[in-house]
C-alpha cells in the first residue's frame, strides 16, 4: 500500500483523506500527516459518540425495529464496503433455495436515484414492483437478480416498508426468509441472525472517519457469525485472531477471494484470448480499486493499456471508455459496473469481459448457518 509521501498528486481531498483511511488499518502508526491524524482523531470521537446514542435509543426501546414474517438475516460489515458481500450473499441466497427456501434480499439501493419513500422489486432482471416515480435500478440489485432468477430483489431506503409493500402487492411470493444486505447498521429491522463479513487484511479498522469503521469493534460482540474474506498466507495474523476472540463468541471462518475470466464476453463472441485481447482497459467504480487492479495485473497475469476508475456506484461515460479503450484489446470491468447500466457497454469495437469474483471456501463458511435456519 501507498504511504501517505506518495499518494497521487491529483487525487481530490475527499479521495486523499480516504487514502489515508485506508492506510490506518490495524497499524499502531499511522499513514497520514500530523495534521490529518489530528482532525480526523477529533470526528472519529464525534462520530462515535453519535453512533453509540442511536445504539442506546434503540435498546431503551425510544426507537423500535420491527419485524418482518419469516426469518430475517442480515450481511453486513464494520468497514464501509469492499469486504466481498455481494457474491456471499449471492451464494447464501443460492443454498437456502437449495434447502428448499424462499429467500429475498432487503438492499437499500445505493447508487439509484429512487426517492428517499419509494421502493421497487426485481425478479430474473426485471421489475416486477414498480417504483411510484420512475428510477434506475441500482446496480448491485440488478446483479443479484440477474445471479439469483428466482429471488426478489426488494429496493428502498425504508426497508420495512419495501417488505410491506411487497407482501401486499405479492403476496403468493412472501419470503421464507429475509436477506438484509449491508444490514448490521440498519437498526430499523430486528433480526434473527447476524452475519459479519471482515476483510483479512483489515479486520479492526479504525472508526470513520479516521479508519473505514462504520462501528466500533466492540459491536462484534452482537455477531451470531463472522466469515473473514480475502485471507491469505499470513493473513489474518494469530494476534488478529486472537483479538477477534476476545471481542465476540461468534463462529469464525476464513475465506478467499479469486478474480476470474468468465468463459466468454458479454455478447457471447468471444473467449478471451491474452494474445487476441490483452492489453485490456480496465473499467471500474468500486470501493477497493486498488485490489481490482492488483487481481487483473497479478493474479490474472494481464497488461492493461488503459484504466478508467471511479467513485464507488459512479456512472461510467460512453465517450470516455470509447477514448479509452481505442488501445486495448477488450474490456474488463465488475459485474456490478456492467449492470449499472448496460448500454454503455453495447455494441463497442472491443469485446466486454465482466470479471467474476469467486470466494473460496464459501459453502463450508455458509453452511453451518443454512442448518440453523431451515
Not at 453509540?52 to 425495529?65: D, K, M, P, T
Amino acid at each position: 500500500m501507498l504511504s501517505s509521501k506518495e499518494l497521487p498528486q491529483h487525487l481530490t481531498m475527499s479521495e486523499r483523506w480516504r487514502a489515508y483511511a485506508q492506510m490506518e488499518g490495524t497499524a499502531v502508526g499511522s499513514g497520514g500527516p500530523w495534521w490529518w491524524r489530528i482532525s480526523a482523531t477529533f470526528f472519529s470521537e464525534l462520530y462515535g459518540l453519535a453512533i453509540y446514542l442511536r445504539s442506546q435509543l434503540y435498546s431503551f426501546g425510544l426507537l423500535r425495529s420491527r419485524t418482518l414474517p419469516g426469518r430475517t438475516i442480515s450481511i453486513g460489515n464494520l468497514a464501509a464496503g469492499g469486504t466481498g458481500k455481494s457474491p456471499l450473499t449471492i451464494r447464501l441466497a443460492e443454498l437456502l433455495v437449495q434447502a428448499g427456501g424462499r429467500p429475498a434480499i432487503l438492499t437499500r439501493g445505493y447508487g439509484s436515484d429512487l426517492k428517499s419513500s419509494d421502493s421497487m422489486a426485481l425478479l430474473a432482471g426485471k421489475v416486477c414492483m414498480n417504483p411510484v416515480r420512475q428510477a434506475r435500478a441500482p446496480d448491485e440489485g440488478m446483479m443479484q437478480s440477474v445471479a439469483l432468477p428466482t429471488v426478489p430483489v426488494i429496493i428502498g431506503r425504508e426497508r420495512y416498508a419495501a417488505a410491506q409493500r411487497f407482501l401486499r402487492e405479492q403476496p403468493h411470493n412472501a419470503p421464507t426468509h429475509w436477506l438484509l444486505d449491508d444490514g448490521m447498521q440498519h437498526w430499523q429491522l430486528a433480526r434473527d441472525f447476524e452475519l459479519v463479513l471482515l476483510d483479512a487484511r483489515a479486520p479492526l479498522p479504525r472508526l470513520l472517519p479516521r479508519g473505514v469503521a462504520r462501528e466500533r469493534v466492540s459491536a462484534l460482540k452482537r455477531a451470531d457469525s463472522i466469515i473473514l474474506t480475502r485471507c491469505s498466507a499470513g493473513l489474518p495474523t494469530v494476534d488478529q485472531l486472537k483479538i477477534l476472540g476476545n471481542l465476540t463468541s461468534a463462529s469464525i471462518a476464513q475465506t478467499a477471494m479469486l478474480t476470474r475470466l468468465p468463459e466468454h464476453s458479454v455478447e457471447g463472441g468471444h473467449s478471451f484470448d491474452s494474445s487476441i485481447h490483452a492489453p485490456i482497459c480496465l473499467v471500474s467504480a468500486v470501493a477497493q480499486p486498488e485490489a481490482l487492479l492488483a487481481a487483473v495485473t497479478i493474479q490474472l497475469g494481464l497488461a492493461v493499456a488503459a484504466e478508467i476508475r471511479l467513485a464507488d456506484h459512479g456512472l461510467i461515460d460512453r465517450r470516455r471508455l470509447l477514448s479509452a479503450a481505442a488501445a486495448s484489446g477488450s474490456i474488463l470491468t465488475t459485474a456490478k459496473d456492467y449492470w449499472r447500466d448496460p448500454r454503455v457497454f453495447a455494441g463497442l469495437p472491443q469485446p466486454v469481459f465482466i470479471l467474476q469474483l469467486i470466494v473460496m471456501n464459501a459453502d463450508a463458511a455458509l453452511q453451518p448457518l443454512i442448518r440453523q435456519l431451515i
